[in-house]
């Protein structure tokens, strides 16, 4: 890797329509703001050269996020943290960056340090407390949850439960926190969980409040 070139680690939250794009299209996204921003970024060698972005761990078609992180490289470009004013007005509406800072270039990659990711679901077909009590109760008496992946593998998914209760914001409006595994060995998401209760995802607004990761070296 080439001693010019800086990593930086940008933080941003992720809300309303811009939950249904795809991580292909975000990663378009992020390329096309900074590079509009007058960012030069580094890019990868070979025959289709591509420009080394990395998100931590990409959320699912639909959720929310209040602190997703992205992994840039610049060719030796300086970013000062202040700067992120400027990225934001060229970001579509929903993303926001919170903050943006300096990573050594020797930090193992985010993916590989992945360990949980806490989410906040709330019933959008009743906003009463009964649906998420349901679900609730589901959860916590089911002794396995099965789930079959795309290549016809049922495995089960319960021991990546790591917290399942229920919670209420300060206003009183209730909704089911779920701590999850989200290590590259053993990962799972909230509505894989969802459809095991026979709930549909689409009647919830599932939020993503945090990402756990281990230490980096």
Sequence with gaps: MPTSEQ????????????????????????????????ITLAYSQGFHPQAKI?????LPLGMESEEEMVDIWTDGEYIH?????????????????LTIEAVDLTEKALQQRLLASDYR???????????????????????SIPFTKHNGKTYDISPLILTCDLREENNGTPYLFLSL??????????????QFCQY?????LIIRQKIHFSRHD
Excluded: M
Aim: proline share 8%; hydrophobic share 35%.
């Design 7 to 38: 990593r930086y680690r940008i933080y941003y939250s992720k809300h309303g329509f811009i939950r249904y794009t795809s991580n292909l299209d975000l990663q378009k996204i992020w390329e096309r703001a900074l590079r509009r921003a007058g």
């Design 54 to 58: 990395q998100q931590a761990s990409p």
């Design 81 to 97: 943290p202040a700067c992120k004013d400027a990225l934001n007005a060229f970001l579509p509406q929903g993303l926001v960056i």
């Design 121 to 143: 679901i709330y019933s959008l077909a009743d906003p009463n407390r009964k649906p998420l009590e349901a679900l609730y109760a589901i959860i916590d008496s089911s002794e």
């Design 181 to 194: 595994s989200n290590t590259p060995q053993a990962t799972t998401r909230p509505d894989h969980i969802l």
């Design 200 to 204: 549909d995802p689409a009647d919830t």
